[in-house]
């Protein structure tokens, strides 16, 4: 015989507590959004990896560029200081060309009063 206890224990066991109750078969959208949610992180972080490549690609031409006009410019600067020591070495020489310009005038000068002078002395003796 039973006891009034043995219908208690065997409805406990067999109906679940309220809330607890479980579907015959479980949904399948937490996987799908689980699924999701991993494929779209990959996406992001393979998108990411591939524009960090291109940007640390883009900065290393940058740097060569940079580089590259930096040669340039000491080049030039190179370029400019030699052409500013021939400059002012042309004008010292410039001036010196002046004062002797300057100086061959004033011989020609005083040769040709010279020469008009003993000319007019030659002429006056005749």
């Known amino acids: ?12 066991i067999e109906m679940p507590a309220v809330g607890l109750h479980r579907p015959a078969r ?17 996406g992001v972080l393979v998108l990411g990896r591939s524009r960090l490549e291109d940007e640390r690609l883009r900065t290393a031409t940058a740097y060569k560029a940079n580089d590259d006009v930096r040669n340039q410019l000491k080049a030039s600067l190179e370029d400019l200081d030699k ?8 004008d010292a020489s410039t001036g010196e060309l ?14 040709q009063d010279e020469l008009t002078r003993l000319r007019a002395a030659k002429a006056g003796k005749r």
Not at 7 to 12: F, M, T
Not at 83 to 90: G, I
Not at 98 to 111: G, H
């Open 1 to 12: 015989m039973s006891s009034p206890w043995d219908d208690v224990r065997r409805e406990s």
């Open 26 to 42: 479980p949904s399948p959208l937490p996987w799908m959004l689980l699924t999701v949610s991993i494929a779209m992180t990959i």
């Open 83 to 90: 052409s500013r020591a021939a400059c002012t070495a042309a």
């Open 98 to 111: 002046q004062k002797q310009i300057l100086t061959l005038e004033l011989t020609n000068r005083r040769l």
